[in-house]
């Protein structure tokens, strides 16, 4: 591993990755358009504000257009789940596909758990202002798999799956 995977993060794998070594979780997570990326780390008993902000900075925490940061444990803080926040350009020419809203809550696409809180609301995602406290987050993992694998790589399905 290199040295600079302890300080800024890995790009791969995406998602969030237990680092037992270092005793500290990778976070990684793909955005070609992104200008500003933000993760947010959250205690069970308060999904309203984050226990942690780390915002990305993108000459460290960025690999092309993969964003990613290393946590150590101990900047954890007993939090349990997190979430992104994004900004990027607004739709215009070259960007009509895209909206990025700052204020939105999201939730990483490669995470291996979610958690919905109580007052989960789709209609909250939707409508402007926050979603915080009502939008499904990731899930830190708590418990780590002992198993070896013996280098077994998942599935890739096609896209025809049903």
Request: aromatic content about 12%; hydrophobic content about 35%.
């Amino acid at each position: 591993m290199h040295d600079w995977h302890r300080r800024e993060g890995a790009p791969f794998p995406l998602g969030v990755t237990w680092v037992p070594n270092d005793e500290a979780y990778n976070f990684a997570l793909y955005s070609k358009h992104a200008e500003l990326v933000e993760l947010r780390l959250y205690r069970a008993d308060d999904l309203h504000s984050p226990q942690v902000t780390i915002e990305f900075d993108p000459l460290h925490n960025k690999s092309g257009p993969i964003w990613h940061c290393r946590v150590p444990q101990l900047q954890v803080d007993g939090a349990k789940y997190y979430g992104y926040r994004i900004d990027g350009p607004q739709p215009a020419s070259g960007f009509q596909l895209h909206h990025f809203d700052h204020e939105k809550l999201l939730l990483d696409p490669h995470a291996r758990d979610v958690f919905f809180p109580r007052k989960f609301s789709r209609e909250a995602a939707r409508l402007p202002g926050s979603n915080e406290g009502r939008a499904p987050l990731g899930v830190l993992e708590t418990t780590r798999c002992a198993f070896d694998w013996e280098g077994d790589a998942p599935v890739r399905h096609g896209f025809d799956l049903i």
